[in-house]
Each structure stands twice: as structure tokens, then as C-alpha cells.
């Protein structure tokens, strides 16, 4: 039975539009489950800089947000660029506006997690771009590139594939991986009090909608 007080809101900085379009899927999926205890709205806004996200905020209780972003690869840049996105969360959760910052990272790239909404994807990977076959088998298609299957019409009707029942297998392949991960004791980068993997496949982004299925009693 849904709760018809306020709906429990969610925070999110995102990297890119189609993390952002995943969100509105997965609101939408909730919001229309008879067994969800609860209606969710879901703050998201396509921003890379974290603090920036804060300021823009408005809230009165203790909030956590999650910012979902890609460890790209081990180059130096990305390495630099990633850990550039922890400072700014570090220092966002400083402000003294009651704000906790979650990080809901992947590696290489949030692809990976709309793959195990389908399939597993435990293979390591030695480029980005290796997810475009995995991501055509497991939603049947035959994109030529990784930039159309991010086309908007490309990426809604994927989408639109998506059910509670997938994210449901995607956060237990999440935390398989993980498992997995810590089992072959690959060394955890603990940076500003974030940790993470540098080896693929790696993520947190599981964790945060972990959380909200839980919230809302549908797992």
C-alpha cells in the first residue's frame, strides 16, 4: 500500500543525460508498483562538479546525495579527473548544510550497469569501448557505436526494456562483482574516505538504489 505523505526524495549529481534519463526510468517504475510502500521523487541534475550541485539545493533536513560518475580507465587523466570529482564531494559534505556525499561510481562507465540489468558482464575489459557488444547481446540490438546507442531515441526505447525485476538482478550482479573483486583481494583505493576499485568491472552505483528499493520495500 502506497504511503501518500510526501514522496521520499532522493539527491543526484550526474555526469551525463543518460544517467539522468535512467533515473527518471526507474522513478517512473516505482511510482507505478502497486507493492512500492512508497511514492519516490528523485532530485537529478546533470552536473560534474558536485559542489556545485549543493548550492544549487534547497533543504531544511539531513540529506545524502549520490554522485554517479565513470573511472574512465587508468590512464593519469582520468585517475586525475576522477579523484578531482572526490575532492568536490569531500568539500561539499563540509559545507555545514547537513549534506553526506555518496559515490556511485563505475568502472570504466555506466554502461556497464545497464548491462547486468540484462546479462552478466564479469569479463575485464581493456577499453570503453568494449562494452558495445555486450550492451547489443544483452538488449538486442546492433548499434554501430557507443554514441548512438546514447542517441536519445536510441537510449529511451532501451530503456523502456527496463523493469524492477532488472534492477533487481542488476544490484545482485553488482554486488557479485564487488564480491568477487574483494575475494581476489584486488587492493580497494580508499581516496578523501571513497573507496574504490581501479581494476574493471567495478561500481558502486548498486549501493544507492540498493537503498531505495529497500526504502520502498520492493526487495
Known amino acids: 500500500i502506497l504511503n501518500c505523505d510526501e514522496p521520499k526524495k532522493y539527491y543526484f549529481s550526474v555526469e551525463g543525460?543518460?544517467?539522468?534519463?535512467?533515473?527518471d526510468r526507474l522513478q517512473f517504475l516505482i511510482n507505478n508498483e502497486p507493492s512500492s510502500v512508497h511514492y519516490v521523487s528523485f532530485v537529478s541534475k546533470v552536473e560534474k562538479n558536485p559542489l556545485k550541485f549543493v548550492k544549487s539545493v534547497t533543504h531544511i533536513d539531513k540529506i545524502e546525495i549520490t554522485h554517479l560518475l565513470d573511472l574512465e580507465s587508468t590512464e593519469p587523466k582520468h585517475i586525475k579527473n576522477f579523484e578531482g570529482s572526490l575532492d568536490l564531494m569531500k568539500k561539499?559534505?563540509?559545507?555545514?548544510?547537513?549534506?553526506?556525499?555518496?559515490?556511485?561510481?563505475?568502472?570504466?562507465?555506466?554502461?556497464?550497469?545497464?548491462?547486468?540489468?540484462?546479462?552478466?558482464?564479469?569479463?575485464?575489459?581493456?577499453h570503453r569501448k568494449s562494452y558495445l557488444k555486450p550492451l547489443n547481446r544483452a538488449y538486442g540490438e546492433n548499434f554501430s557505436s557507443i554514441d548512438e546507442w546514447k542517441e536519445e531515441?536510441?537510449?529511451?526505447?532501451?530503456?523502456?526494456?527496463?523493469?524492477?525485476?532488472?534492477?533487481?538482478?542488476?544490484?545482485?550482479?553488482?554486488?557479485?562483482?564487488?564480491?568477487?573483486?574483494?575475494?581476489?583481494?584486488?587492493?580497494?583505493?580508499?581516496?578523501?574516505?571513497?573507496k574504490y576499485y581501479l581494476e574493471n568491472p567495478s561500481l558502486t552505483i548498486w549501493e544507492s538504489i540498493e537503498k531505495i528499493m529497500k526504502d520502498c520495500a520492493l526487495i
Open 17 to 23: 543525460q543518460t544517467e539522468k534519463w535512467y533515473l
Open 92 to 126: 561539499a559534505s563540509s559545507l555545514g548544510k547537513q549534506i553526506k556525499y555518496q559515490l556511485g561510481y563505475c568502472n570504466f562507465t555506466f554502461e556497464l550497469w545497464l548491462i547486468l540489468h540484462k546479462i552478466d558482464c564479469f569479463t575485464f575489459f581493456d
Open 153 to 194: 531515441k536510441n537510449f529511451k526505447r532501451i530503456l523502456n526494456q527496463i523493469y524492477l525485476d532488472d534492477v533487481r538482478e542488476a544490484i545482485k550482479r553488482g554486488k557479485t562483482i564487488m564480491q568477487f573483486n574483494t575475494k581476489n583481494n584486488y587492493r580497494m583505493i580508499d581516496y578523501r574516505g571513497y
